[in-house]
């Protein structure tokens, strides 16, 4: 194996868990590797913690505000290829944890086969580390729906082969220089949530395969959430968030990626169930009328092609 690595792990108000995170980088046994920590606008001390915390282990970029998922990611990305020379790029969230030898399977699978573009590893819940939380990832052009395999499924080994897959999680993504070279960065307009399913579909479309990795594991924390009705451990306002972004940006992958006839059925599905389906969750089970308002505002602004923050 060879190839250079950079990697980003963007922090915003989550000091903890980035810091348990660049913990586990120490520990990776790949060699050739430089950490790129960007700090996007987090309101305390986070960044000067992390410099004094982890010194020359890390390169620290302070964001002067919030630039999203995407944005943040670019900045780092940017930074690496002017001034790191990578190989690859792999874009890892800071509420992970990565086994030491991660990177050595990811690498290796990247390097076997040209044509591979992005590959990604078999990740698990923190909170339960033998529960799988995606075995890569499938969408469905009928009802702009994203399905992780294996989510929620205890580990028997049932996901133990390498296979390509229509997209693997942004929690990490392992992306080599060409790809971004030909296909270019992360779509800011999606502000978060999407952005990576896209870029995903983005190298597909270029030519590349996006593999599953299963040799390569990561624990994300995530939380479980076993039925559609279930609060989030963030609260509404977080969850407002995680509605309103996610219907929104449906529309705007949908529009680039999806034929005309799938399109269609995306709406038929939205207006016929998913709506009501939505409403009902919100109103009788969370009883609140915020999470359906940020829904109902994602519908319309994708309907319009409002984007961005």
Partial sequence: ?????????????????????LE???????????VIVVDNGSRGDDARVLEEKFGDHIRLIRNDKNYGYAGGNNIGIRYALENCAPDF???????TTVAPDSLDHLISAAE?????GIVGPRVYYHSFPDRIYAAGGRVSMRTGQTFHIGMKETDRGQYGTRQEVDYVPGCCLLIKRAVIEQVGLLDESYFCYWEDTDYCF???EAGYKIVYVPEARIW???????KAWQKTPAGGRESAVYHYYMIRNTFKFMRRHATKAQYLTLLLHLFAYRLWYRTA?????????????????????????????
């Fill in 1 to 21: 194996m060879s190839g250079r690595v950079s990697i980003i792990v963007l922090n915003w108000n989550g000091l903890e868990d980035t810091i348990e995170c």
């Fill in 24 to 34: 586990s980088l120490k520990r990776i046994t790949y060699p050739e590797y430089e």
């Fill in 89 to 95: 790029v792999l874009v890892l969230n800071n509420d």
């Fill in 112 to 116: 076997s086969d040209a044509t591979t």
């Fill in 202 to 204: 983005r190298a597909r």
């Fill in 220 to 226: 994300h924390k995530a939380p479980v959430i076993l």
């Fill in 281 to 309: 969750v919100c109103l009788l089970y969370h009883r609140d009328p915020g999470l359906l308002l940020a829904f109902y505002r994602g519908v319309r602004d994708g309907l319009v092609g409002r984007w961005g923050e």
